[in-house]
């Protein structure tokens, strides 16, 4: 089993910046987790996949969206996985989700599937706003 845990949510204005973090702690023998990705969704639509990274080689995906403002970063000694967002924007509102993956496939947009995901975690809240 695989739980994950984010952290970092809030309220900032315009502009500004917040770093989300995903601990991520697992129950017995644990070999199928290949990458680690960040997804986001706003009420009544659908869950958007944000950013994910490789474990293997540290290769790392964007969504067109937030390509120049979002890196994210891993340190497999915390087993925590990072997503820092700066220059953000009213529309980058939403539930921030991290999820674990065997397989990581991405989407048209460059960011990662999120049918590949095979455990979520309960997301932390982003407000953009003035």
């Known amino acids: 089993q695989v739980q994950l845990v984010e952290s970092g949510g809030g309220l900032v204005q315009p502009g500004g910046s917040l770093r989300l973090s995903c601990a991520v702690s697992t129950s017995g023998r644990v070999t199928s987790i290949n990458a680690m990705g960040w997804f986001r969704q706003v009420p009544g639509k659908e869950r958007e996949g944000v950013s994910a990274?490789?474990?293997?080689?540290?290769?790392?995906y964007y969504t067109d969206s937030v390509k120049g403002r979002f890196t994210i970063s891993s340190d497999k000694a915390k087993n925590t996985v990072y997503l820092q967002m700066n220059n953000l924007k009213p529309e980058d509102t939403a539930t921030y989700y991290c999820?674990?993956?065997?397989?990581?496939?991405?989407?048209?947009?460059?960011?990662?599937?999120?049918?590949?995901?095979?455990?979520w975690g309960k997301g932390t809240l982003v407000t953009v706003s003035s």
């Open positions: 990274i490789h474990g293997e080689d540290g290769t790392t």
């Open positions: 999820g674990a993956m065997w397989a990581l496939t991405t989407t048209t947009s460059g960011g990662p599937n999120k049918y590949g995901v095979d455990y």
